[in-house]
């Protein structure tokens, strides 16, 4: 089966600027998840959907990132504007459902670096 | 609050050796569920085993087994026989099924692990 797919794999900007990453599950999946692995640190879950709908979205920076699921398919994390600390890697997981022992599959990540 | 701890930045063993990399918990939630990652240089996160808290026994997976000593709350990752491509970081990782949206991931800090000729 196909894995978790991110793309871009790597992205630079300057801060202020906008980016945007986007993230295609595996097919089936119904649950999907944005984490935030600053350099050094576990990933932090960002924004959880189930289906097209936000489950848990309390560790999102809303002032700044703003994420959708459309269709429950594909999703897409936004920054704007960027900061230097928002430098990290952006890390996409997904799994068919939530509770028991659902695992995660993740993407291979975007590595951002705001300069 | 749920809490990870993995107290060991980074470990050194020879292949074919075993190794063991510690993770201690914090929860006051019954229900729960542990979980070891790997994670290489190229930055995918790679699922090893899980151990959900009401499991009588210890987890296993290939060469990697998980030693879960509930009242102590610790739940370490045991390498037997080390390979030269287990060099890699290792994340450990709380699943509460009350919090949030009911799957969240709560992860340590991470193990640097070098395994040497």
């Known amino acids: 089966e196909a894995g978790v797919a991110q793309s871009p794999r790597y992205k630079i900007i300057e801060k202020r600027q906008s980016v945007a990453f986007w993230c295609n599950p595996i097919?089936?999946?119904?649950?999907l998840y944005w984490y935030q692995q600053i350099l050094g640190q576990g990933p932090k879950l960002l924004i959880q959907f189930q289906n097209n709908g936000v489950v848990d979205d309390s560790q999102l920076p809303k002032d700044r990132f703003s994420a959708e699921r459309l269709k429950g398919v594909d999703s897409t994390l936004k920054i704007q504007p960027a900061k230097l600390e928002d430098s990290a890697v952006y890390l996409c997981?997904?799994?068919?459902?939530?509770?028991?022992?659902?695992?995660?599959?993740f993407g291979s990540g975007t590595r951002l670096t705001v300069v | 609050a749920q809490k990870i701890t993995q107290t060991q930045p980074g470990m050194f063993v020879q292949e074919k050796e075993a190794v063991t990399l510690d993770c201690t918990y914090d929860?006051?939630?019954?229900?729960?569920?542990l979980f070891w990652y790997k994670q290489p240089s190229s930055g995918e996160m790679i699922f090893l085993i899980y151990?959900?808290?009401?499991?009588?026994q210890n987890a296993t997976e290939g060469r990697y087994s998980l030693n879960f000593q509930k009242a102590r709350k610790s739940a370490n990752l045991v390498i037997s026989a080390s390979q030269l491509g287990d060099s890699a970081m290792y994340f450990c990782a709380m699943r509460h099924p009350h919090t949030g949206g009911g799957n969240k991931l709560t992860f340590g800090t991470g193990t640097q692990l070098k395994v040497e000729l």
């Open positions: 997981a997904s799994s068919l459902g939530i509770g028991g022992n659902y695992g995660y599959t």
């Open positions: 097919s089936g999946h119904a649950t």
């Open positions: 929860t006051s939630d019954p229900s729960y569920g």
């Open positions: 151990q959900g808290s009401y499991d009588q």
